[in-house]
Nanobody, 124 residues
Framework: QVQLVESGGGLVQAGGSLRLTCAAS????????VAWFRQAPGKEREFVAA????????LYADSVKGRFTISRDNAKNTFSLQMNGLKPEDTAVYYC?????????????????WGQGTQATVSS
């Protein structure tokens, strides 16, 4: 079992930045692919970014490419999402997710363990 806890959400003006962090317990994240998803009110959960299990290969949604950066710190058993140039349409609950399957994918059902979510709100 892996327990995940997100932190770092909040309220920021358009153009600002937030850094989300996901802390894991129960297992070492070095053996897991890690990812971020988000869900806005009335919308389906959507992929944001992921890092593959044994490589530094990253995957980003087109909507965040060039603005968001995903990173992992296996020594601290955490991974983060640096969000710059935030837009009102980035407002959502952000979820971290992990899986042992290895490759980074954009599909929520490919991820086994999920955090409880953290709210990020971008005002215009």
């Amino acid at each position: 079992q892996v327990q995940l806890v997100e932190s770092g959400g909040g309220l920021v003006q358009a153009g600002g930045s937030l850094r989300l962090t996901c802390a894991a317990s129960g297992r070492s994240l070095g053996n897991y692919v890690v990812a971020w998803f988000r869900q806005a009110p009335g919308k389906e959960r959507e992929f944001v970014a992921a890092i593959a299990r044994y490589s530094s290969t990253t995957l980003y949604a087109d909507s965040v490419k060039g603005r968001f950066t995903i990173s992992r710190d296996n020594a601290k058993n955490t991974f983060s999402l640096q969000m710059n140039g935030l837009k009102p349409e980035d407002t959502a609950v952000y979820y971290c997710a992990v899986d042992r399957s290895g490759e980074a994918t954009m599909i929520p059902r490919d991820y086994t363990y999920w955090g409880q979510g953290t709210q990020a709100t971008v005002s215009s």
